[in-house]
């Protein structure tokens, strides 16, 4: 199906559809070699479109990146309360990217956008067990039972959890540092886990999907996966 020039630019990655205009006017874009006007379409299927002699890739590009979502970001895509949001972190980067699954507002952490159906619905299929580990910071202590209790499973919203990962880092006061990892990702699990156990969250941070480690990545800061990290995560 045929498109405008500058949409299929955008889908490309390359500009935006107001840049790709001006890059119309300026004479800089060719389809099947013949320099384009504003208003020209082409079909991606069958035609070839140039900038500045090069070739566009068919289709979007697809990327993922791993962002160190800082607190008080929402991850969805918009909000009607009109929030900060996880892609405004994002916004040089031409290509509409989403989040895959959720963080709440006020937890911060290893957070990716994709553009990558397969890789989004690989990661968040709940048949795919792929694991999370969260750093947890609680008001109290965490007691060995309670530990054993987290890790066999609890029951939260008429569910019970399955099987966790329960490491204690430290205790120090009246607040507790754990490790937790889960293979599933109901909404706010870990907080209603800890609840369960008579537990508040006071802190909640992701540093690991899978293989995937924040590592020393800087608050509100992103950075690419390779091809060799997307495909490992598609396996
Ligand atoms: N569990 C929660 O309670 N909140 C998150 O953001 C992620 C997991």
Redesign the pocket.
């Known amino acids: 199906m045929a498109e405008r020039l500058q949409k299929l630019i955008a889908q490309a990655g390359m500009a935006s559809r107001r840049q790709a205009e001006t890059w119309i006017e300026q004479g800089r874009v060719a389809v099947n070699g013949r320099v384009a006007s504003l208003g020209d379409k082409a079909d991606p299927g069958r035609d070839v479109v140039e900038v500045d002699g090069k070739q566009i890739l068919r289709g979007e590009k697809k990327m993922t990146i791993l962002l160190n979502k800082p607190r008080g970001y929402i991850s969805t895509l918009s909000d009607p309360q009109g929030r900060r949001l996880v892609t405004d972190l994002v916004k040089d980067i031409p290509e509409r990217l989403y989040p895959v699954g959720?963080?709440?507002f006020?937890?911060e952490g290893l957070l990716l956008l994709t553009n990558d159906g397969e890789l989004s619905l690989r990661l968040t299929h709940p048949r795919h067990h792929v694991s999370?580990t969260?750093l947890v910071k609680v008001r109290g202590v965490l007691s060995a039972p309670m530990a054993g209790n987290l890790s066999r499973g609890v029951v939260i919203d008429g569910y019970k959890t399955a099987p966790a990962k329960v490491e204690h880092i430290r205790t120090s006061g009246t607040s507790c540092w754990f490790e937790l990892t889960?293979k599933e990702?109901?909404?706010?699990?870990?907080?209603?886990?800890c609840e369960s156990i008579g537990l508040s969250?006071v802190r909640?941070k992701?540093i690991r999907i899978d293989f995937l480690d924040l590592g020393d990545l800087p608050v509100g800061k992103y950075r690419f996966l390779s091809e060799p990290e997307v495909q490992r995560l598609k396996q």
């Open positions: 959720r963080l709440d006020n937890t999370k969260y889960i990702g109901k909404n706010r699990q870990v907080r209603k886990m969250v909640l992701r």
